[in-house]
């Protein structure tokens, strides 16, 4: 059986995909998520809203999508970072810091994409909670590294990994980024990092 017309079907729809997603995240980010349509993206296209709603039922549905890219680049680069030929103590610190440094630029510092973040938090959307579980499962395996390796504590790593995100939750979460960042009274991104650490080893 010849596969192709199918195939070829599944990258033009692929290809629409990208585009629409590629087009509302590049208009939430310039005007904001709350002020961006669907007849927006459309026109930015140069097609009918009716043929955005052939690929997604609503906008609520491309900000997800779109979130969905952004947490993926995010788990991406937390994979890369696991598997660096470093201890896992210092690959858990760069894990973290190289979050912190991702929710500042592009989910802080971008004002509008901070809007289109902190609605998607907010709404308690699954693929947040996806992300975070996805997280805490390359944090878990890390502490099984280092409990392995002698430099943790022995532990439940899942539990562990819960612990520890919720320890440096600060340095990824937009919110909590925002409101924390440039103040005196708070401890530092490396002074949390450490502080998370030193639990692992107790």
Known sequence: ???????????????????????????????????????DIARDLGMSPANIYRFFDSKVDIHQAVCGRMLAASYEAARTISRLPLSAGERLRRHVMAQYRM????????????????????????????????????????????????????????????CFGAATVNLCHPQMVAQCRAKENRAAPEQIVEFALKALKA
């Open 103 to 162: 929710t500042l630029e592009t989910m802080v510092d971008e004002e509008k994409c901070h809007e289109m973040v902190i609605v998607a938090i907010e709404r308690d959307w699954h693929v947040i909670e996806q992300h975070i579980d996805r997280m805490h499962a390359i944090i878990a395996d890390l502490i099984r590294q280092g409990i392995a390796a002698g430099e943790f504590a022995p532990q439940d790593a899942d539990i562990a990994a819960r």
């Open 1 to 39: 059986m010849d596969d192709t017309p199918a195939t070829g079907a599944d990258n033009a729809r692929q290809e629409n995909v990208s585009r629409i997603l590629d087009s509302a995240e590049r208009l939430f980010r310039h005007y904001g998520y709350s002020k961006t349509n669907v007849a």
